[in-house]
């Protein structure tokens, strides 16, 4: 099995910034590719941005130019960094991994999941 574990939520105010962490432990597989989804209350959860194996990244239109993605060495730990943050950014973010190399937006083809950070931004 994969833990996966988010941190670094929190409540800001809009026109700020914060990082996100997500730790990926237990099983390893050849090749994994990670992502943050997002679920505002009320709404379905959906796609954020994705890292490939290879280190290619992809973002939602909605946070294209204020988010990045970045992670570390041994390519465990996954990093949002999200800047000019907007109330309707408000919600839980979470953290998904999917085995294979392939960057995905479907929420279905994630085979592991966090239990997601809040995030809140006030006006």
């Known amino acids: 099995q994969v833990q996966l574990v988010e941190s670094g939520g929190g409540l800001v105010q809009a026109g700020a910034s914060l990082r996100l962490s997500c730790a990926a432990s237990?099983?390893?597989?050849?090749?994994?590719?990670m992502a943050w989804f997002r679920q505002a209350p009320g709404t379905d959860r959906e796609f954020v941005a994705t890292?490939?194996?290879?280190?290619?990244?992809y973002f939602a239109d909605s946070v294209k130019g204020r988010f990045t993605l970045s992670r570390d060495s041994a390519k465990t730990t996954m990093y949002l960094q999200m800047n000019s943050l907007k109330p309707e950014d408000t919600a839980v973010y979470y953290c998904?991994?999917?085995?294979?190399?392939?960057?995905?937006?479907?929420?279905?083809?994630?085979?592991?999941w966090g239990q997601g950070t809040q995030v809140t931004v006030s006006s």
């Open positions: 237990g099983r390893t597989f050849t090749s994994y590719t």
């Open positions: 998904a991994l999917r085995r294979g190399v392939v960057g995905t937006t479907a929420l279905s083809t994630y085979d592991y």
């Open positions: 890292i490939t194996w290879s280190g290619s990244t």
